[in-house]
């Protein structure tokens, strides 16, 4: 479908940019109660039990029912909390995870220009020539909601929880970079933009050129990393350690009832998704159709489609192992995930140094040591 | 039960169990009563020599209880007509039940039971603890303090374990006053009670009102 | 633009947000007893630093500011506070004296050295307004280009940096752990 | 907290005026319960933690305690097995069969081969139901949550056994002195048949799912470690006994209801960790079914009951003709049975271990002291130094492993 | 685009930096200490970006870059240490941590 720049007074290619803001929005606020609904149905499939099958069809209105119940209970305050943080921390947990959105492109967009040239524009709200970092900075910043939820709680079981899951998200960003460092590696651009379009084409007309599919092998063992990494970094099973119910009530959202408990909620369903939308754009295409017959499908469905796959994984995932202790977690984190990530990391950049001999090596170099000492300043954490 | 041969008990010196026969030698005036039913031997002796006798059961190589089954307390005051019940001339005992626990692998155990009885007369309720014997004894002493008021001297930790840390009296005494909660029914009056008029329950048993009647009782 | 209006453009107005948040969020972050409140100042500073980096097209380094600073090096304080559990307003009391006037005396002194300074050799400064633009100015790969050039002198400090962070956290692992 | 040294002299008082002790080293107390999701009802553990690791746990009991030792010295001995069902809810008719026991062993009586046999096979059916239910639950701790629908789902197949059985599903109070309420109904052999033909398939879906599951190995291998010498003087029975390497069953060292007629072998574990705790439960669920499948094969006929009128009501029947009958009937329901002067202590093997009740007889027809020795409140002194040292995420596993139940432990 | 002036950074650096000195002078705390030098070294990074715009030179960039690695190395020591006295001291109050004294 190619779309003229000008339809009737509007300049599509500026408009562009907002579509994207108000589809990104709309899209993970108003999935999250369709996550929760689908998270359900298939624990309930694997479980071998109901599911929700109360509130509308099949259950289907369930969660917005479980948003008008959160949406009406006692906002509790604790005795003794400090407030401006106590208030301040799910705002900071929902915050980035929306931000860090922005910088996700989601599907693109011909568009006839009035010279009467096609030209493809990207479905993203910020087309920054630092996406990646952009994204990597927001990530970085989800970890000050959580650990001021759990120590302005002014609860024992919060505080835990809340230490916990700030290393635990701490230590994981460290892999999750580098597994994204070397996407980029592979694509050399920090724009998403021109990432996924690096991954467009195929290897004998069938293979497609993704990044998990690059570098003969190597960008499939990057991939695995930064998807333990992705599902540690949004704390969920089987690193649901924070909020592991059997140990820690609830961990740092405890004494958060209301609707604050339902943005900690949609935070952590949104960072889902995000996470879920960077592992597509990085490794799987973004809207790149898996196979050149199937490119009549538009690419906004098949990024949806890859994304709802990660999801289902998580849900998978989160329906069949048991939850790792948390030394455990600390260890796999620190020692497999990062050295493993380490060695692939370096892998990339000497295979992609022997690929492109007639690149001056100095650059190449250069993002090496440039991805190391950020990792070095990174985990001075 | 091997060990132990059924005898004529007109016979005024029965042949005796080896558990009854070693505590003799240890203890010759420890014994009070020794007791077969139904094929377990339940040996009464003086308070004085539990901890002494537990730990001959224990260490003795012959007789081997190396398995700390429980105790328990028992009350055999007659709330109604006073006095102890079958003739009895101490009001509570402590069972301890040790098991002579068989383990192949170790070579260890008979696979035998027996009762040891402490009689633990009203007015000096309390023996001495076996936790440093068994330390398993931690949780059952403290339930027969809690229940019956026995206290146990060296017990490192001795605290009310199944009621409150508030509560008056102790339960499973036989005195121990049944009924007469306050519970209010529609009519404004207060629920059946035992003997004459509404008896003020430990239930409410934060000191106040009702702690001098049973404290008095 | 009209030469009147040029006083207001949005630089400058954006300039003056950036600022006047950073100077707040720093004055509360030293007027506030609760540590963890003052950490949360001293972020939100470094997030305007963030973006005063970006005005200046330095979005490397804006976003290595937020991903070290931010991320990084406040949460560690955060937790180190939180560690120690003197996040309560009472676990330290400021005591009076004459530090906090002799501090602000001194700060007033050295504000009007700065000034002077400025006023001394500041007249070059402020007449080039516009600085001069080099392509990709503040890029990564300028950066990186710049890092690893031969002909410059950052290559040798910056190895030297890597081996400084080395011992950093050997350091702190020596540090913290009770017995190694 | 950090205090200056004008605070030390005095002590800060927080907002409710109670003293802050100054802490010692980052320690900290957390109570654990007794709200608390998995300690397995309203158990409450006072934890002192350093960091995450435990110097000392303390558990607190008594939530739930309904006096039902007290009540039993009011209720007439066929009355007081209902009582029984509320200890270990969860595996009713061993409670029922421990104090049954008792009585038959205060009365001196034993019922006849059917009725042993039907006892046998309501107790392993209980057995495979409560060691599901344990499983469930200690999987949920961990964090497999997926086990817990899977083998509450197959409870629900034994709990309908028990109801054809019993007309109730949780608290069959079917086992009584002299043998059992009733006979198996119509059909009962050959649905218990069915039920226990299915039990090794789900078994084996159990195990699928966690058994070789790193994560669940490394969360249950080498923690809560107990060695058997502590097991015998904490009075530790039951599984965890057997984790520890001791091949100890009453059912096979003190024979009772006929545990003799049947082959099966007693699991045992090597290290006495969580993990072997967890094998051996799984292994007793799979031995359950095999004296459950020997039971139905060898199902004797004849009556259930002893053939004494002064313990087991005459049958229905026999009151339209009988005015004798009907004085035995009257007696029992009203008066009771009268066992004679003595105590008697019948110990079998429960889920959860050593599970026996200890009677004291005045020769009325109320038991002048009845006393549960349960074996949940035996194993919890375990808890304490299985703990030590571990992480808070131990603690539930070990919780788990232990298998208490808050019903039994409160009494 | 008109640009801010350059003067206007280094203002705003020289004022940021004066805070953080006041910080460090007035606190007791040694984290709030800590956090005061490391708005200190933000203010010298802002004058250093700045300078480097100014100037059109990558060094002011190149600077900050080192800045930035050698705090976060002196945060994961100072932190450490902070820790380690606590342990020993029961106290971090600046005041009390005078070992060196006697």
């Known amino acids: 479908m190619i779309i003229p720049q000008h339809v009737g007074p509007i300049d599509m290619v500026a408009v562009i940019p907002y579509i994207a803001i108000i589809c990104v929005l709309a899209f993970v606020l108003l999935l999250v109660p369709g996550l929760v609904w689908i998270e359900r149905v298939v624990v309930a499939l694997i479980q071998d039990r109901l599911g929700p099958n109360r509130v509308g069809p099949r259950g289907l209105l369930q969660s917005i029912a479980d948003g008008v119940k959160l949406f009406f209970k006692e906002d509790i305050l604790p005795a003794n909390v400090d407030k401006m943080v106590y208030y301040l921390a799910p705002v900071l947990v929902i915050v980035p995870a929306l931000a860090a959105g922005a910088a996700i492109p989601f599907s693109i967009v011909k568009i006839r220009l009035d010279s009467g040239v096609v030209e493809p524009i990207p479905m993203v709200v910020g087309n920054v020539n630092i996406g990646i970092l952009f994204i990597l900075a927001l990530t970085s910043l989800q970890v000050y909601g959580i650990v001021l939820a759990g120590w302005a709680s002014n609860n024992k079981y919060s505080l835990i929880g809340g230490l916990r899951s700030s290393a635990q998200v701490i230590s994981y960003e460290l892999a999750m970079s580098l597994a994204i460092l070397c996407g980029v590696f592979i694509c050399h651009s920090l724009n998403l933009v021109d990432i996924v379009n690096h991954q467009g084409g195929y290897w004998f007309g069938i293979i497609p050129k993704w990044n998990v599919f690059q570098f003969y092998g190597l960008g499939a063992v990057a991939t695995i990393i930064y998807l333990i990494a992705m599902t540690a970094e949004t704390n969920r099973a089987p690193f649901d350690l924070p909020e592991a119910e059997s140990e820690l009530v609830a961990g740092f959202h405890t004494e958060y009832s209301s609707m604050k408990f339902a943005i900690f909620f949609m935070g952590e369903y949104a960072s889902m998704l995000v996470v879920s939308g960077i592992a597509t754009a990085l490794w799987f295409g973004g809207w790149q159709p898996l196979f050149p017959f199937l490119a009549f499908i538009p690419g906004w469905i098949w990024f949806i489609g890859k994304l709802m796959t990660f999801i289902m994984i998580y849900i998978w995932v989160r329906a069949t192992l048991p939850r790792l202790r948390y030394d455990a977690l600390m260890s796999l984190g620190w020692k497999k995930l990062l050295p493993m990530a380490l060695v692939v990391l370096f892998l990339v950049a000497l295979v992609d140094t022997l690929q492109t001999p007639s690149q001056p090596v100095g650059s190449h170099v250069a993002q090496g040591h440039l991805a190391a000492s950020m990792v070095i300043g990174e985990s001075q954490r | 039960m091997t060990e132990s041969t059924p005898n004529d008990t007109n016979d005024t010196e029965p042949k005796e169990c080896i558990e009854v026969r070693k505590i003799r030698e240890a203890h010759p005036d420890a014994i009070l009563e020794v007791n077969e039913f139904r094929g377990d031997t339940r040996i009464t002796i003086k308070k004085e020599y539990i901890p002494d006798v537990i730990r001959l059961m224990r260490d003795d190589q012959e007789l081997d209880f190396n398995f700390f089954s429980e105790c328990l307390g028992v009350d055999y005051l007659d709330a109604q007509e006073g006095g102890y019940i079958l003739g009895k001339d101490h009001r509570f005992e402590v069972v301890y039940n040790l098991y002579s626990l068989p383990d192949k692998r170790a070579g260890r155990g008979r696979n035998r039971r027996i009762f040891i009885k402490a009689a633990i007369p009203e007015d000096d309720c309390s023996v001495a603890s076996v936790t440093d014997i068994y330390p398993g004894a931690n949780y059952p002493e403290r339930e027969i303090y809690d229940m019956f008021g026995i206290t146990f001297t060296g017990h490192p930790d001795l605290r009310r374990i199944l009621m409150s840390d508030d509560w008056i009296g102790h339960p499973q005494r036989k005195d121990y006053p049944l009924g007469g909660e306050r519970v209010q029914f529609p009519d404004g009056k207060f629920g059946p009670s035992v003997g004459e008029g509404v008896v003020q329950h430990p239930g409410e048993s934060f000191f106040g009102k009702t702690a001098s009647v049973i404290e008095k009782s | 633009m009209g030469r009147g209006l040029a006083i207001l453009n949005w630089s400058l107005i954006g300039f003056w947000i950036m600022a006047i948040i950073s100077v707040c969020s720093a004055v509360l972050m030293i007027a506030n007893r609760n540590p963890v409140r003052s950490a949360l100042f001293l972020v939100l500073g470094f997030m305007m630093q963030a973006l005063l980096y970006l005005s200046m097209s330095a979005q490397f380094i804006a976003a290595v500011q937020i991903i070290v600073y931010a991320g990084a090096i406040m949460v560690l304080f955060l937790f180190v506070i939180m560690l120690l559990n003197i996040g309560s307003p009472e676990a330290l009391r400021e005591r009076g004296g004459l530090q906090a006037p002799a501090a602000i005396v001194l700060a007033i002194v050295f504000l009007l050295l700065l000034a002077g300074v400025g006023a001394l050799g500041g007249s070059q400064i402020n007449h080039l307004m516009n600085p001069s633009v080099i392509p990709n100015y503040g890029t990564v790969d300028a950066i990186g280009k710049t890092i690893f050039d031969p002909s410059k002198p950052w290559l040798f400090p910056f190895e030297a940096t890597s081996i400084l962070l080395l011992i950093g956290v050997v350091g702190a692992i020596t540090l913290a752990k009770r017995r190694l | ?411 | 685009m008109p640009a801010v002036p350059t003067s206007y950074y280094l203002g705003l650096s020289g004022v940021l930096f004066t805070i953080g000195m006041i910080g460090v002078l007035i606190k007791r705390n040694p984290i709030v200490i800590f956090m005061c030098i490391e708005l200190m070294l933000n203010a010298v990074n802002l004058s250093f970006i700045a300078s480097g715009r100014h100037f059109g030179h990558m060094a002011g960039q190149m600077m900050v870059i080192f800045v930035m690695a050698i705090a976060a190395a002196e945060v994961a020591i100072g932190l450490g240490i902070i820790v380690a006295i606590f342990r020993t001291k029961e106290t971090i109050n600046i005041d009390e941590i005078n070992l060196l004294k006697y």
């Not at chain 4, 499948?293 to 009951?305: C, H, R």
């Open chain 4, 1 to 411: 907290m950090a205090l200056n040294s004008d605070q030390l002299n005095t002590p800060s008082l927080n907002a409710d005026g109670i003293q802050i002790d100054p802490i010692e080293d980052s320690k900290m107390v957390i109570n654990m319960g007794p709200h608390h999701p998995s300690t397995h009802g309203v158990l409450r553990i006072v934890l002192e933690l350093d960091g995450e690791v435990i110097i000392k746990a303390t558990p607190h009991m008594g939530f739930v305690h309904t006096g039902i030792e007290k009540e039993g010295e009011y209720q007439t001995y066929l009355k007081a097995v209902t009582l029984t069902d509320r200890m270990d809810y969860v595996s009713a008719s061993l409670n029922n069969m421990a104090y049954t026991l008792a009585v038959e062993k205060l009365l001196g009586v034993e019922p006849p081969p059917r009725g042993q046999y039907l006892r046998v096979i309501m107790c392993e059916l209980q057995r495979i139901a409560s060691h599901m239910v344990w499983l469930g639950t200690h999987a949920l701790d961990i964090g497999a949550m997926t086990m817990f629908f899977f083998t509450f789902r197959d409870r629900e197949k034994l709990l309908d056994l028990t109801e054809m059985m019993s007309g109730v599903r949780m608290m069959p109070s079917w086992i009584v002195p002299g043998g059992l309420r009733g006979d198996a109904p119509e059909g009962y052999v050959e649905r218990v048949k069915k039920v226990i033909d299915e039990l090794p398939r789900r078994f084996d879906e159990y195990e699928i799912l966690i058994d070789q599951n790193p994560i669940w190995r490394e969360r249950t291998q080498g923690i809560g470690v107990i060695a058997p010498e502590e097991c015998y003087s904490l009075g530790v029975s039951g599984p965890t006994l057997r984790g520890s390497g001791v091949p100890h069953d009453l059912r096979k060292a003190a024979p009772y209801s006929s545990y003799d007629h049947f082959k099966f072998e007693i699991p045992v574990g090597e290290y006495g960790d969580v993990y072997d705790r967890y094998r051996i439960r799984m292994a007793e669920m799979r031995q359950s079914r095999e004296i459950v499948k020997q039971a139905l094969e060898n199902l004797p006929d004849g009556p259930v009951n002893v053939d004494d009128r002064k313990i087991v009501p005459p049958p229905r029947e026999e009151l339209d003709h009988s005015m004798e009958a009907v004085i035995h009937h009257f007696k029992i329901w009203t008066e009771g049975m009268h066992p004679p002067v003595g105590e008697a202590y019948a110990p079998i093997e429960g889920p959860k271990g050593e599970l026996g009740f200890y009677l004291v007889s005045n020769g009325s027809s109320y038991p002048w002291r009845m006393h549960e020795r349960p074996p949940s409140f035996m194993n919890l002194q375990a808890l304490s130094k299985m703990c030590e040292g571990r992480l808070i995420a131990d603690v539930v596993a070990i919780i788990g492993s232990i298998d208490i139940i808050l019903g039994e432990i409160d009494r």
